[in-house]
């Protein structure tokens, strides 16, 4: 019955790593697929754990019929609702089979799941889900480019898990530093804003940018919306040096934004107080009936 009971759907299922690398199952969501006619679904969600996670006495496990060889696991976007997950080498209908090779078929703090059973050859395809830093089919070779610590400047070293080995690990860099193995130091923009004049504003824009030469476009280097107006603007860019026109694009109505210049510099850092200085609108600066002719 595919009109009222959808047989397929879509699992994400989450895993924790705990003490001495080892995995633990937590959970999963799952989403049926409604048109399963169709050649192709697109899925698109967002991965929420629900109020109750974390509460043991809300657990949808709390009570359950999952047997021995098996553990009962929430499905956190259905209320109250869990599934049994096989025990680690139990596969099949209510965890009743058994397959014997995932006792030494993984390596070491890997978990040994059965994929599906081959009825031609009559063997169970067992597979490994590996812990970090590991991989391969059983999870017996090892990531070991982040062991000599290739990220500077207190940089978190992350393996990639690329087959082809080029890129092996990548580089998460503080805030201050940028680069493949953050060994670049950013340019820094820090700007205190002394208002001459008080402004109601309902909410300002920040505009960073770099100005393209020979042409003179602008190109926007870093935006941000604050509510009301910031008294001070902090940003650290990717680059050697800052952006080099800062704006600020002031709402004190919905209908016409005020726009303040806050600085205009060539440099490797900016640091200043300033009180930016407002741009008149192009309309005030023409007489009433005049035309420009082109």
Partial sequence: DVLNHHPYSVHFDVFSLGKNNTIKEVG??????????????????????????????????????????????????????????????????????????????????????????????????????CTMGRFGARCYLKYDDCDSNPCLNNGTCLSTYDRSGEVSYICNCSVQFYGNECQNEKASVNVALNMTSELAALATVVQLYDIAIPSLMRLIQHQR????????????????????????????????????????????????????????????????GEFIDK
């Avoid at 698109?44 to 006495?57: D, H, I, M, Q, Y």
């Avoid at 600020?248 to 919905?254: C, N, P, R, T």
Wanted: glycine share 4%.
């Fill in 28 to 129: 999963s969501w799952h989403y049926p697929i409604y048109f399963d006619y169709l050649p192709a679904f697109h899925l698109a969600v967002v991965l929420k754990f629900p109020p109750w996670f974390g509460n043991a006495t809300l657990d949808p496990c709390l009570e359950n019929s999952c047997n021995n060889n098996s553990t009962c696991m929430p499905v956190f976007n259905q209320n109250h609702s869990y599934y049994c997950s096989c025990k680690s080498g139990y596969y099949g209908k209510d965890c009743s089979w058994y397959e014997p090779r995932c006792e030494h078929y993984c390596a070491d703090n890997a978990l040994c799941h059965i994929d599906k059973y081959d009825s031609h050859i009559r063997k169970a395809n067992p597979s490994c889900l």
């Fill in 225 to 288: 919306v604050t509510y009301g107006f910031p008294s001070t603007i902090t940003y650290n860019h990717p680059d050697a040096y800052a952006p080099y026109l800062g704006v600020l694009k002031v709402y004190e109505d919905l209908v016409r934004p005020v726009y303040f210049i806050m600085y205009l510099l060539h440099q490797s850092e900016i640091n200043i107080t300033t009180s930016p200085e407002r741009c008149p609108h192009a309309s005030s600066l023409l007489h009433t």
